[in-house]
């Protein structure tokens, strides 16, 4: 089993920054590519970024690239999306993932967090 708890949502202007984190904890997360999603109301869930906990590689949805990065810290079992110069379309509940010895486009996550709000006004 392996849980997920989001954190570091919030209200932010346009331009503006932050960063969120994922803890994941279980005893075969190593296991597990871990990216994160999220869905704008009335919209369907969207891709957002993923990586491994190993190796350099990340994984970009076209439209954060460039302005969201990626990273992880290995011994928190915790993983970042930095997001910078964010506009109100980026407004959305940001959700982590994980998926099993999964490909970064986490085609099918196994298990997801609870979620985290993120606001961006204009």
């Known amino acids: 089993q392996v849980q997920l708890v989001e954190s570091g949502g919030g209200l932010v202007q346009a331009g503006g920054s932050l960063r969120l984190s994922c803890a994941a904890s279980?005893?075969?997360?190593?296991?597990?590519?871990m990216g994160w999603f999220r869905q704008a109301p009335g919209k369907e869930r969207e891709f957002v970024a993923a990586?491994?906990?190993?190796?350099?590689?990340?994984y970009y949805a076209d439209s954060v690239k460039g302005r969201f990065t990626m990273s992880r810290d290995n011994r928190k079992s915790t993983v970042y999306l930095q997001m910078t110069s964010l506009q109100p379309e980026d407004t959305a509940v940001y959700y982590c993932?994980?998926?099993?010895?999964?490909?970064?486009?986490?085609?099918?996550?196994?298990?997801w967090g609870q979620g985290t709000q993120v606001t961006v006004s204009s």
């Open positions: 993932a994980a998926e099993e010895f999964g490909p970064l486009s986490l085609p099918d996550p196994d298990y």
């Open positions: 279980g005893r075969t997360v190593s296991r597990y590519a």
């Open positions: 990586i491994r906990w190993s190796g350099d590689n990340t």
